[in-house]
């Protein structure tokens, strides 16, 4: 929630407004401005100023514009202005008045287009943790009003990183190959401590000013796509932070599960995700994962209450259209209520029909991850309209498949089989596929610091099917080796912070080894930018055979080839078995060598390597 004086004159974006009454500079409003020529005209106002309720508010006669009513709740701190905004609506400024004198201006803008194009599978989202990046401003490390002060020696403490950070990285980003951004919640989260992480959000339209403010953000956005890279906003529908202004001012007496109440961990969540597509689950458990708690300082928000899911699907459309996102990361998917989600999901993708949307579902269950997919036939009835989601499935058994042994059931075995349960999913193609996240240990931490591991799974990534996923810093094989701790995992990228001896944009101090992975991504980065077998080619996949795992990415312009040798010594392959997929074609170029290869004769694998070769 953001105060209409504050959003009125800190952008560019919108028209300043004159108040005519002082009392009005209190009231919030949201959202704070509104577009003309959406494909929903009705458009919900939340205000919220002590006794609101009591104001008879009326709109000034404005053309293509209704009052069609006023939603008063149990707390008279609240009203709900409830819009009809007609095609027929010029962008301006609406002003309602009410009996008592009070007036207040809201803007209407021209939208940005309906006909955005989100990201897909010719992609790859480089996840940052924008705190833990790279300091572009250490003037707001602490910020006035903010809780936590900067601590960049906790591990659990706020370090300093910010937006203007990953805007002075951008051209680096460019150079890696990176086409898509997405950043843990930037939005403010004015927590006493443990703020940095971004999920437990205090305002759902502000900026956290630590992360610098929401033109800020607007202009990471603008340069960002002129450097061809998207940005992907992280969205959290299913809590908030306990020192959100609901918690002790709740818009209604049902806006947060179990009455607003912890009650020392009986009101947290199961976790218990199955229980959604159970058919034998009772509705007690169905509960207690839906509407339990994550913890007690992330009050769980109830979807099923009208004014707060239409506020939250606003709220969605807001970013959309103010920062001109590429794309959509949904935090905690399934915990909220799964109606809800059919209308959010429904509502956004009704108003950008090319847009795309990826959530976590953190199951290594396809059955389970494949229910949300839109176009599934499921059996309870249920329908989706999210595009994607994640593959936490393929991430486990390629981690597993190179730490294990080869035999009949371990090893390349469990991506071969992991990728067979594709036929769950109505759109495979459209998952998102990674190797390590935010909340997990580094890939290169979990294969035991092997650089040859690491690149085989990077590259695995980088040319099966779907969206990919890299974690900041694998490119320079930030490790998080003897600690789980988050803290440790969302380690400080070397380079972004004064002080360091190692910095990864200049290259210097990287290790020989940080070097060979960084080269090693780059080619792969940018390759996978401009070929359309790896953007949007059919995947051919064959049996592991002799610690090797083998795939073919066919379109019609272009075949690659992809060779996965776990053992430790070079084996010497012929390529008979893969005539259904070569069918003329006698020679390849090796993508990292630049080599011209025969394929009419065996080729030579390295040990514990990758071999990518391109047949234009």
């Known amino acids: 929630m953001k105060k209409l004086i504050k959003a009125l004159f800190a952008t560019t974006l919108f028209t300043a407004i004159p108040f005519t009454a002082t009392k009005a500079q209190a009231m919030s409003v949201s959202p704070q401005n509104w577009w003309v020529g959406m494909q929903n005209e009705a458009l919900q106002v939340m205000l919220h100023e002590p006794n609101i309720a009591k104001q008879q508010w009326q709109l000034i006669p404005y053309n293509g514009i209704k009052l069609i009513s006023i939603s008063k709740t149990d707390n008279p701190n609240y009203a709900f202005l409830n819009l009809k905004i007609t095609p027929q609506a010029k962008p301006g400024d609406l002003v309602f008045t009410s009996p008592t004198g009070e007036r207040f201006e809201y803007p209407l803008h021209t939208r940005n287009s309906a006909k955005r194009k989100g990201f897909n599978s010719q992609d790859t989202l480089y996840l940052i943790n924008p705190d833990r990046f790279v300091n572009g401003d250490s003037s707001n490390d ?49 927590m006493p401590s443990y703020s940095y992480h971004g999920y437990a959000i205090t305002d759902f339209y502000n900026i956290d000013p630590r992360m610098g403010s929401n033109e800020l953000y607007q202009e990471l956005s603008n340069k960002a796509q002129q450097q061809g890279i998207g940005l992907v906003m992280d969205f959290v529908l299913n809590h908030f932070g306990s020192e959100h202004v609901w918690m002790n001012d709740k818009p209604t007496s049902d806006w947060i599960n179990f009455n607003g109440e912890f009650a020392n961990g009986k009101h947290a969540t199961s976790h218990a995700r199955q229980t959604i597509q159970d058919p034998h689950a009772s509705q007690f458990d169905k509960r207690q994962f839906s509407d339990g708690w994550f913890v007690e300082t992330m009050p769980d928000l109830n979807q099923r209450q009208p004014l707060l899911a239409t506020y939250l699907i606003q709220n969605t459309i807001w970013w959309i259209e103010y920062a001109n996102l590429s794309g959509i990361r949904v935090d905690t998917y399934s915990y909220s209520d799964k109606a809800f989600l059919a209308n959010w999901t429904k509502a956004i993708m009704s108003e950008y029909p090319a847009f795309n949307i990826v959530v976590e579902e953190w199951t290594t269950n396809p059955a389970i991850a494949s229910y949300w997919q839109a176009g599934k036939n499921n059996s309870d009835g249920y329908t989706s309209s999210l595009p994607s989601v994640m593959d936490f499935s393929l991430q486990e058994a390629l981690i597993q498949a190179l730490n294990e042994d080869e035999s009949w059931n371990t090893g390349w075995v469990k991506v071969y089989q992991s990728l067979a349960n594709d036929f769950l999913y109505p759109n495979p193609n459209n998952l998102l596929v990674f190797a390590d996240n935010h909340d997990m240990s580094r890939v290169y931490t979990e294969l035991k610091q092997n650089l040859n591991k690491t690149k085989m799974a990077m ?67 940018n390759f996978r930018k401009q070929s359309p077998a790896l953007g949007y080619g059919k995947l051919t996949h064959f049996s592991p055979h002799q610690g090797i795992y083998s795939y073919a990415r066919i379109a019609d312009e272009q075949i690659v080839l992809v060779f996965l040798n776990k053992n430790k010594q070079a084996k010497n392959w012929s390529l008979e078995y893969m005539q259904e997929v070569l069918k003329l074609h006698t020679t390849a170029t090796n993508l990292f060598t630049k080599q011209q290869i025969n394929l009419t004769d065996a080729i030579t694998l390295a040990p514990m390597s990758a071999t990518v070769l391109v047949i234009e």
């Open 142 to 190: 602490t910020a006035a009003g903010m809780l936590e002060a900067a601590d960049p020696k906790s591990k659990g403490g706020r370090h300093g990183g910010d937006l203007q950070g990953v805007i002075n990285a951008l051209p680096y980003l460019n150079d890696l190959g990176v086409t898509q951004l997405w950043l843990t919640p930037a939005l403010e989260n004015n």
């Open 459 to 525: 590259t695995m990534l980088l040319t099966t099917r779907g969206i990919a996923q890299m974690y900041y810093g694998t490119e320079v094989l930030l490790d998080n080796t003897g600690s789980n701790d988050h803290g440790d995992i969302r380690i400080d990228f070397p380079g972004g912070f004064a002080g360091q001896t190692v910095n990864a944009f200049t290259g210097k101090g990287l290790t020989n080894a940080q070097r060979d992975m960084h080269q090693t991504l780059r080619t792969l980065l």
